[in-house]
């Protein structure tokens, strides 16, 4: 019999499907990232829908979750609010991912001195206290959703260029990069179609763990107010509305705190679980 | 050792002088000054007071001027709060956050820390599963998810603790249990994950042969490596206490400095603003420095160069 030959990927598949607490969020992620695509149809009312003849009511039939002071069904909200949260946390990572990445492959890519400056210049900035800059920036230029996923995207790509840069800095030593090189290949290229596509692993593992840090850097800003603005809805604006009613009407807070916890909770298992599945160093062999 | 104190205080002034720019630059060039909303104001009052706090005067004239009183520890005066500088108000309010962070900082140490070595006394039993169970659900539950909640249930549900407010030592007992609460969790893990692999090592079997009680042998001989991955943490640790107390100041309505921030940013109060960001930064730069001091103590393998 010949064995059939396992692929890093096929590899780390069957890892993460065997490793519960990552099936769980992998599944719970799904299903939130399905609810969010197929909102317009699910919500039973519209988003800024108000009845302020009914004011805040506890959950009932009509509205499984209850609703807000003004009569807003908090259902529908939330639903509202997890496209909003959900699509800042991938845009943003992606903008991370794409500054970290090039930042790190360019870095560790051409060494010496270059690399010197760019690391240092990383050094100094993981020093700075980066959330006061995206409340700087919130107020100062807007509160909008561009602006929130730019700023947050913005300060979170400083660990993946490390990461990045290291993986790269062992893997230019190897006989492909050198064969490239001596076909003439040009240094962009070299960079980006041969060194950044063996690097996805590490890549895709930090991005997932980042998702759900700037998701809750998300819901951080809007609960000061900084973020998304009403009549819009996202979780963090829930909850900061929800801590004003607190007393007489618990299920603002409640709902909206626990599917951000249980949220967070699934993609950080799914990245521990990702990272389990990929790190070579696991493997079995 | 001084050697190296003295050049992580040099290496941290460029990083200060980058930090005044940006804030700097950032402000002044967005849309919008800290006068807008007072619309009725005549021209001649808006002239007299944007020359008062010299807003009339070209960029770079404002910039080596906002510089040159940082150089003297000056942060200017509030925009917003007649007659109060900045160094006032930081002076009234940070004793206040500091308070808060110091209490969260001592709960997440003494629960994280108790809770990671039981665990790693007794890996796998239901101590350790329940231990880290609980700071998994405390990793990925945010301040501002948990600080409502325990109100709901200890203040307003049970009546044990208050709602809100900053008078008694009960008043301190949510906010700080809030702030803390995440770091309890991740220096439990740190703990456990530490412990773990000190408690394997021979000198440990060793103390343990030589008849030492269980206790000396976790206090004088464990926790001198077991603990190092813990105070690594404690960097990150209170920079993030630190930018946490914004939010939790805000839900418990405590007077401290992180709500000032808040306050003053919605205000656009420039000089507050840059202030106030300013001084965390410091804050969070020299916590850093001690940090490592702490580190290269107790790991003799840490080279101070």
């Keep these: 019999m010949i064995e059939r030959g396992e692929s890093l990927w096929m590899d780390a598949r069957r890892r993460l499907f065997q490793n519960r607490a990552a099936v769980f969020g992998l599944a719970v992620v799904c299903v939130l990232v399905a609810l969010a695509i197929f909102t317009p149809y699910l919500a039973p009312y519209d988003y800024d829908r108000q009845d302020l003849a009914l004011g805040a009511a506890a959950p009932s039939a009509a509205h499984p979750f209850g609703t807000d002071s003004l009569g807003r069904d908090l259902l529908t909200r939330m639903l509202y609010g997890s496209r909003i949260s959900l699509l800042v946390g991938f845009l943003a990572t992606l903008v991370s991912m794409g500054i970290g990445v090039t930042y790190g492959a360019v870095s560790g890519y051409l060494g010496g001195r270059t690399d010197g400056i760019l690391m240092r210049t990383v050094d100094i900035l993981y020093a700075l206290p980066f959330i006061f800059f995206v409340i700087i920036l919130m107020v100062y230029f807007g509160r909008s959703l561009v602006n929130l996923f730019i700023a947050l995207g913005c300060i979170q790509w400083l660990t993946m260029a490390r990461i990045v840069r290291g993986q790269v800095i062992s893997l230019k030593q190897k006989e492909f990069v050198e064969a490239a090189v001596a076909m003439g290949v040009s240094t962009p290229s070299i960079v980006f179609r041969h060194l950044v596509p063996n690097v996805l692993g590490p890549i895709i593992v930090y991005a997932t763990l980042t998702v759900p840090t700037v998701m809750l850097e998300e819901a951080f800003i809007s609960f000061l107010g900084l973020g998304v603005q009403p009549p819009m809805s996202s979780w963090g604006l829930l909850m900061s509305d929800g801590v004003k009613h607190l007393e007489l009407e618990p299920w603002l807070i409640l709902f909206p705190g626990f599917f951000l916890s249980l949220t967070l909770f699934s993609l950080n298992f799914l990245g521990d679980g990702l990272r389990d599945a990929l790190d070579p160093r696991y493997r079995s062999d | ?305």
């Design chain 2, 1 to 305: 050792m001084l050697k190296f104190v003295l050049k992580r205080l040099i290496g941290a002034i460029p990083v200060l002088w980058i930090i005044a720019t940006l804030t700097f630059f950032m402000i002044r060039l967005a849309p919008g000054g800290p006068f807008d909303q007072d619309k009725n104001l005549p021209p001649d009052i808006m002239k007299n007071i944007e020359a008062k706090y010299h807003l009339d005067e070209p960029l770079p004239q404002q910039y080596t001027r906002y510089m040159k009183s940082l150089l003297r520890l000056d942060l200017g005066p509030s925009f917003k709060y007649a007659n109060r500088t900045v160094n006032d108000i930081i002076a009234a309010a940070f004793p206040v956050s500091a308070e808060l962070a110091l209490w969260a900082l001592m709960f997440a140490l003494l629960v994280g820390v108790g809770a990671g070595t039981v665990a790693s006394l007794h890996p796998g039993t239901w101590k350790d599963h329940s231990a880290m169970g609980l700071a998994m659900a405390g990793v990925c539950t945010p301040n501002f998810v948990l600080g409502p909640v325990l109100v709901l249930v200890f203040s307003l549900w049970l009546g044990w603790l208050p709602v809100a407010g900053w008078y008694g030592a009960a008043d301190r007992i949510l906010p700080a249990i809030t702030l803390g609460a995440i770091y309890a969790a991740y220096v439990a893990r740190l703990t456990r994950g530490g412990m773990l692999e000190i408690l394997r090592q021979d000198f440990i079997r060793t103390a343990r042969a030589k008849g030492l009680p269980e206790s000396q042998v976790i206090i004088r001989h464990a926790f001198r490596g077991g603990l190092l991955p813990t105070v690594t943490f404690l960097g990150p640790a209170i920079a993030g206490i630190v930018t946490g107390s914004l939010v939790v100041e805000l839900i418990f309505d405590i007077p401290g400095l992180g709500r000032f921030f808040v306050q003053s940013a919605l205000n656009r109060d420039y000089t507050m603003v840059m202030g106030t960001a300013l001084f965390y930064a410091v804050l969070i730069i020299f916590m850093n420095i001690l940090v490592d001091i702490a580190y290269a103590c107790l790991d003799p393998r840490v080279r101070y160069d």
